[in-house]
């Protein structure tokens, strides 16, 4: 059992990502995401409100840090560099999370 809620997530992550690439989404249940991770199903729902929402994990945090880091853009920037000044502070973040990331568009293209 993973002791951390943090660890207890990305447990979870992962085993919904494995379930959904070998049975597809619809065919994947919440207990069986869980199952997997090792943990019990009111532990998944703490942690998320539905299965579809394991795919998009951490969006409304990038959303965030992207609007915070456009409003804070240096004066002076044409819209391109604010841009790129905004996926700057996320980037080792998103690079990180590719294993992940990567698999998830398969599933979402799937579905």
Request: glycine share 6%; net charge negative.
């Amino acid at each position: 059992m993973p002791r951390s809620g943090a660890e207890a997530r990305r447990r979870l992550r992962q085993a919904a990502l494995e379930l959904y690439l070998e049975r597809g989404f619809e065919a994947t249940t919440a207990a069986e995401i869980a199952a997997r991770a090792g943990v019990n199903e009111r532990t998944f729902f703490r942690h998320f409100p539905d299965k579809r929402e394991v795919l998009f994990d951490g969006e409304a945090d990038l959303r965030a840090t992207l609007a915070r880091a456009v409003v804070e853009a240096p004066e002076g920037l044409e819209p391109f560099e604010v841009l790129l000044h905004a996926f700057g502070e996320p980037a080792g973040n998103l690079e990180a999370n590719r294993p992940f990331s990567e698999p998830r568009w398969e599933v979402i293209a799937a579905t």
